[in-house]
């Protein structure tokens, strides 16, 4: 069974500029999550989509992140236009069920804005 | 809201010693409880979690971790450290009914032979 993908591993983008990063859940995974990690900081919590629905999106940090999830399969997140402070790793996560069940972590993008 | 403190980026420690790192948060009500190990070029892996029932909790690669109500902890352990134990580790909690994790900043464990 493959895991969760991420594409691309690294993006090196410079400010003003767009870039999506893009989600391959587990297959027949209906939950699919968006974290960040600033450097030097916590795993941040960004967003929850139960299938092609935003379940949970408190934790987008403005707008000008975008995320959506086509069909209820992949997701992607858009950054435009990017800000220096949003360099990070960005993690995608899937699970089967909702509640307490273990999510599934992609490897993640590190994506750097000069 | 709930917060997660891990204390000390980095631990050193040498192979076949104890594996002690710390994990304490800070909610309401008794949360959900998850630890993920990171190694190098790959996503988060779940060691462990607590969810309900018994508080000291068996994971994979011989850790473990006990849930403290009182001293609202759940600090991760394994007996005798590996090589292969070098790697990041996250403590995490979620409420009931929400399913985003916290997490704590991390440990980079490394491990002396």
């Known amino acids: 069974e493959a895991g969760v993908t991420q594409f691309p591993s690294h993006s090196v983008i410079e400010k003003g500029q767009t870039v999506t990063l893009r989600c391959d859940p587990i297959s027949g995974h209906d939950n699919l999550y968006w974290y960040r990690r600033v450097m030097g900081k916590e795993i941040k919590f960004l967003l929850h989509f139960v299938k092609e629905s935003k379940q949970d999106e408190s934790g987008m940090p403005n707008n000008r992140f975008l995320a959506e999830r086509t069909g209820g399969t992949y997701s992607t997140l858009k950054v435009q236009p990017a800000e220096l402070e949003d360099s990070g790793v960005y993690f995608c996560?899937?699970?089967?069920?909702?509640?307490?069940?273990?999510?599934?972590f992609g490897p993640g993008t590190r994506l750097t804005v000069t | 809201a709930q917060s997660v403190t891990q204390l000390g980026s980095h631990v050193s420690v040498s192979e076949g010693a104890l594996v002690l790192l710390r994990c304490n948060y800070s909610s309401s009500v008794p949360p959900y409880l998850f630890w993920y190990v990171q190694y190098p070029n790959q996503g988060l892996q779940l060691l462990l979690k607590y969810t309900t029932g018994a508080t000291l909790v068996k994971g994979i690669n011989g850790f473990e971790a006990e849930f403290k109500k009182s001293e609202t902890s759940f600090h991760l352990t394994k007996p005798s450290a590996h090589m292969s134990d070098a790697a990041e580790y996250f403590c995490a909690v979620s409420l009931y009914g929400n399913n985003r994790l916290a997490f704590g900043k991390g440990n980079q464990v490394v491990v002396i032979p």
């Open positions: 996560a899937s699970s089967q069920d909702g509640g307490p069940y273990e999510q599934y």
